[in-house]
């Protein structure tokens, strides 16, 4: 069910589902019903209530809303969401887009947030504009984990694409193994975390493990479209 999860304080946690918790998302085909007791028993395996793991309708864009505890499921049109005090159960779905969770620390009550970071967020700032939104709100001592994603050395782009984004977002220059022009999103998420004086924290004892194209536990929308999406989660126990 999980490919990794760490309480990180005490009643914090912070995870990343695998291919065994199933396919979590609404929108590529899966039966809906099938996706909603996935969605069940991972709550049940997190130890929070059905119902209450806040997922958001994900658009690419590089907007951050507040999380409110609250009776809705799937919050619309947002690519990262902040729970002030940590209340809330929060997700976020990717597939070869980069999944990041956010935790204020240390103590209870801090600000949680995740984002899920993909070549055009990463281009349009929505890493900076979730640190900002949890700042404004009174969040210090930022921790992050940059969940697993496409590496840089699979994330194969054309030409044209690198140089548009690698002169906005240095870091994220790469090439691909086999010697083609690609984008490294997980070193330039963790790139812009830093800059911004974030604590970025490992994610698995072994990195190599991180990239969703070579692990067949994770799901890729490279390797796989249709197959499913795999979850990033913080919640408090
Ligand atoms: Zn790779």
Sequence with gaps: MFFWRQEISPGRWVAFTSTGAGNLAQHVGDEPA?????????EAAMGVPGGSLRFMNQTHSADAV??????????????AQVCPDGSVALA????????????????????SAVIHAGRQGVLTGVV???VGLMRRGGAQDLMAWIGPAI????Y???QDMRREVTAAVPAAWATTRWGT???????????????LGVEVRAVADDPSTLCTLDNESLYSHRRSPAAGRFAGLIWTT
Aim: proline share 12%; with cysteine.
């Design 34 to 42: 099938s996706v909603l007791r996935r969605r069940r028993a991972l």
């Design 66 to 79: 507040l999380a409110g505890p609250g009776p809705i499921s799937e919050v619309a049109g947002a690519d």
């Design 92 to 111: 976020v779905m990717v597939a070869d887009c980069v999944p990041v969770v956010l935790s204020a620390g240390p103590g209870p009550g801090g600000a």
């Design 128 to 130: 900076a504009n979730t």
């Design 151 to 154: 590496c840089g050395q699979c």
């Design 156 to 158: 194969e782009v054309p």
């Design 181 to 195: 022009p690609g984008l490294d999103l997980p070193g330039a998420v963790r790139n812009q975390l830093t800059t």
